[in-house]
């Protein structure tokens, strides 16, 4: 009899760091199609829960997705209210994207490969309302698709150090690639370090990946630390 109330009860522990139960249930499969729809999200983390469901199908939430568990990334960045993780042991040349305001949440379309050659992704920032992605030697502007990721090259730049990126005033970004120091604002990469060129010639290359970066808004300086052949210290 379906004009009756129903109780669903959710059995079982989900994994540590479990922020949310969601339940999902068909409409009426008389009247409707069979797939699962969003009947509610319970916030915290629950063992058992008990839920009474009284909604009617007209108001039943979006169409269960197909879910990825979320990745043990090597780096990562923030992007319009989603998380973006990249470079896993297993696919260093895969990046996933968060549903927004969900960031523990990746549908199976946020996991895409910003190089055709799954080249390992070197870095990823966040600038301008754009999401950049890097490998050792291009530049890719990445943006999510109803079908997916989708990548474009945007440049032959690319970047030896994930934490040399740093997006800096509105819409500008800074990085390590092989020959220096770059900035991107819209166009071709502009290669700003020729005052340290000396300098950044000493830098380990085996060690180049290691290097960090800051902005200081107060001077307008982007801060560089690299490691020095022969020298202990950066």
Do not use: M
């Amino acid at each position: 009899d379906l004009t009756k109330q129903f109780f669903v009860q959710v059995n079982g522990e989900g994994p540590d760091g479990t922020v949310a139960v969601r339940i999902y249930r068909t409409a009426d499969t008389r009247y409707n199609p069979s797939e699962f729809r969003l009947l509610a999200r319970i916030e915290g983390y629950h063992s058992r829960t008990v839920y009474p469901d009284n909604l009617e199908d007209a108001f039943l939430g979006e169409v269960a997705s197909d879910l990825l568990p979320v990745p043990v990334a090597r780096i990562g960045c923030a992007h319009s209210g989603r998380l973006v993780l990249a470079n896993t042991a297993q696919e260093p040349g895969a990046l996933w994207v968060s549903l927004p305001g969900q960031t523990g949440t990746f549908p199976v379309i946020s996991k895409g490969y910003p190089d055709s050659a799954a080249g390992a992704v070197t870095g990823v920032a966040s600038s301008g309302g754009k999401l950049l992605a890097w490998t050792e030697s291009r530049l890719y502007d990445v943006e999510q698709g109803d079908i997916g990721l989708r990548s474009v090259e945007v440049d032959s730049t690319g970047c030896v150090a994930p934490g040399s990126v740093v997006a800096i005033g509105k819409g500008g970004v800074v990085w390590l690639g092989p020959e220096g120091c770059y900035y991107w604002h819209g166009g071709a990469p502009l290669l700003i370090s020729d005052g340290i060129s000396e300098l950044l010639r000493l830098q380990s290359r085996s060690r180049a990946r290691w290097s960090c970066a800051a902005w200081d808004t107060l001077t307008g300086e982007y801060l560089l630390s690299v490691s020095v052949s022969g020298s202990a210290k950066g």
